[in-house]
């Protein structure tokens, strides 16, 4: 019988109240088992922060190189799917933030995606190494989390008031522009300019992204739900074309068909809520 310390384990962590509007959650992991383990992540348009402790992990390319991890880095806007991989006893803290919260903290939106980046590079200071060691230290999760939150606090920049509009519009991502440039007395164009520069994405391709993540929930119900999955169904319920149409977004963000995803989903983590 496995032990408790000889396990896969991961849990997501609720934001604490104060903080829901710079960080969705917290994401934890570790393997306490004898064989290395490899997940997928699937875009979330989030840029992440993930620290590490124990051995080190790995990110997989698309060519099937492993990359090691440091003690930190960012990614992000992660807007494709990549796998990463725990050997045995490894464990990572994510810190997934919120619309334009990392342009808040770091003055730009984007980092290179799919290479790992030390924090400390993009403020030109050793911050981030001495806040891992603290983490480091600290085994508890909730309490590691208490420390990046006291940690973030004083560097965080005040909002930009038209993109405080722009996160806070109900509905597609075309129409928040059209309406925000409106209310403002601005030009699309430069609504859109200040979309791209904040959040490190254009609307367009925020629309795109919330309706195969639309695919994906309605996926999840019916897995959970024991319910055939009806292709047709959901092309028109998640405002698709045709299946072609849908098959495409499937290759586009994560490199699999619909099919192959519900073969896989097991091994696959949904960071967006």
């Known amino acids: 019988m496995q032990s408790e310390k000889e396990k896969y384990?991961?849990?997501r962590i609720a934001?604490?109240?104060g903080y829901k509007e710079l960080f969705s959650h917290f994401y934890y992991a570790a393997n306490f088992t004898s064989e290395?383990?490899?997940?997928?992540?699937?875009p979330s348009y989030q840029t992440i922060l993930i620290f590490t402790f124990g051995v080190k992990p790995f990110l997989v390319s698309a060519e099937g190189f492993e990359i090691e991890v440091g003690d930190s880095l960012v990614l992000g806007p992660v807007k494709h799917s990549f796998d990463y991989k725990l050997p045995p006893e490894a464990e990572i803290l994510v810190v997934n933030f919120e619309g334009d919260t990392f342009y808040?903290?770091?003055?730009?939106?984007?980092?290179p995606e799919h290479v790992p980046m030390n924090p400390d590079s993009l403020i030109m200071a050793n911050c981030f190494t001495d806040l891992w060691i603290l983490l480091n230290e600290e085994k508890d999760v909730n309490k590691r989390?208490?420390?990046i939150l006291e940690f973030c606090a004083p560097y965080l920049k005040k909002r930009n008031a038209i993109v405080g509009q722009l996160e806070g519009f109900v509905g597609d991502g075309m129409s928040s522009v059209k309406a925000v440039a409106q209310a403002n007395h601005l030009t699309e164009r430069s609504i859109q300019l200040l979309h791209k520069k904040h959040l490190g994405y254009s609307a367009k391709?925020?629309?795109r992204y919330n309706r195969?993540?639309?695919?994906i929930r309605l996926l999840q119900e019916k897995i959970e739900s024991d319910v055939k999955t009806d292709w047709f169904e959901i092309v028109e319920r998640c405002g698709y074309y045709d299946q072609s149409q849908l098959i495409r977004d499937f290759k586009h963000y994560i490199n699999l068909s619909p099919k192959q995803y519900l073969k896989f989903q097991q091994d696959i983590c949904i960071a967006k809520d």
């Open 9 to 11: 384990e991961s849990f």
């Open 15 to 17: 934001t604490p109240e």
């Open 36 to 42: 290395s383990v490899t997940k997928t992540l699937l």
């Open 104 to 111: 808040r903290f770091f003055g730009e939106a984007t980092v």
């Open 145 to 147: 989390i208490s420390l």
């Open 205 to 207: 391709e925020l629309g």
């Open 212 to 215: 195969f993540l639309k695919v």
